[in-house]
């Protein structure tokens, strides 16, 4: 099979591999689209070239032992477990069965390979680290939410799955994908866009304007730079606030100690324990916790697929880069440069170019 590697500058290289094997509770899906992240090119700047692509959408080839739920043929969406073997920016890809779930009758691939990882970080940051009124729960009163980057893939699922919790009002921080922001709000409930274009000072007096006299105590930060913490610290509670941000491994020393920062890491949905790297870890391991990530990430994958079959839960929007795998160094370049807006680029697989040597004939 064909499989895009992606080192530094992002340099994307095709090269032939071997169809891996499903092992037992994985999924081996033949890969219609891939959709494409920021981290893809941010890790490759560090670690060793390999295939970052993380975002299935395809057709199931073959299951592993104790994968009950799918069988070949099935149409699916799958989040590849990141930094292992076998990602998505290749013709077959493997993904974990708990991680994968089956796509509705008028999903196409190409929607359902803007969901995987970033909706899933919505998730993980709205209810494991913000802790906020899950679906089957909603909240019963105000419950002001900041959400930083509203146009992003993740800022956007982060909008859609708060209005499925009944979360109101939603400020909303964009800039020129906030067209796109205003299809995602419910301005009768509150909920209102900052423009962050027209500078800091104005960003943090439209968010104190949007409140109307509400005290907010939540904020989803999907940016994590150009001062958008520092933003957000200025207009959260003295008391009983939280923020979570998207990036790892940044000086966040500027958020004010009353506030309690978390950092949400959508890896955390491998692990058995979803409290690692947290300060309950140590609480979580003595209790002897047997669920975690593994069974969150199983759930919302599902109510991600009822969502897209009723209509509530909506695709992001997409560009299709041309060239199949030979188009992801464009798209990592894109995303480099910033050059996406309310926009997730993915790549059609079939579209590889095939590159004939002269061996091919003898």
């Not at 037992?24 to 692509?53: C, M, R």
């Not at 969150?296 to 009822?306: E, H, I, N, S, T």
Request: glycine share 10%.
């Amino acid at each position: 099979m064909k499989e895009a590697i992606v080192s530094k500058g992002p340099s994307v290289t095709i090269k032939d591999s071997p169809i891996p094997e499903p092992k037992t509770g994985q999924i081996l899906i033949k890969v219609a689209y891939s959709g494409s992240n920021p981290k893809d090119w941010k890790v490759a700047e560090f670690v060793d070239p390999h295939n970052s692509g993380d975002d299935i959408a395809g057709i199931v080839e073959e299951v592993g032992d104790n994968v009950f739920e799918f069988k070949k043929g099935d149409r699916v969406a799958a989040f590849h477990q990141m930094f292992c073997p076998h990602g998505s920016f290749a013709e077959y890809a493997i993904a974990w069965s708990y991680a994968t779930f089956h796509l509705p009758k008028g999903i196409s691939f190409e929607e359902a390979a803007t969901i995987p990882l970033a909706a899933m970080t919505a998730a993980v940051g709205l209810y494991l680290r913000l802790e906020l009124p899950q679906p089957w729960t909603p909240a019963l009163k105000p419950t002001p939410l900041v959400v930083y980057g509203g146009s992003g893939a993740v800022g956007a699922y982060v909008i859609k799955l708060a209005q499925a919790s009944n979360i109101h009002p939603i400020i909303a921080v964009a800039g020129k994908g906030a067209d796109y922001v205003e299809t995602l709000i419910t301005r009768s409930r509150g909920d209102t866009i900052v423009d962050y274009r027209k500078g800091d000072d104005a960003v943090v007096q439209g968010i104190k304007d949007a409140l109307s006299g509400y005290e907010v105590k939540y904020a989803f930060d999907a940016v994590s730079e150009h001062n958008s913490f520092q933003n957000i610290s200025k207009v959260l509670a003295k008391e009983g606030s939280k923020i979570t941000l998207i990036l790892s491994g940044r000086d966040y020393s500027a958020i004010p100690s009353y506030i309690e920062p978390s950092t949400t890491t959508v890896g955390i949905i491998f692990k058995p324990n979803i409290y690692a790297g947290t300060k309950d870890e140590a609480v979580a391991k003595e209790a002897g916790l047997k669920t975690g990530g593994q069974e969150f990430a199983l759930v919302y994958y599902r109510l991600f697929a009822r969502g897209l079959q009723e209509g509530w839960f909506k695709p992001h929007p997409y560009e299709v880069i041309p060239g199949g795998l030979n188009g992801v160094e464009k798209g990592l370049s894109n995303l480099k440069n910033g050059l996406a807006s309310a926009v997730k680029y993915i790549f059609k697989i079939e579209d590889t170019e095939r590159v004939i040597s002269c061996s091919s004939f003898l």
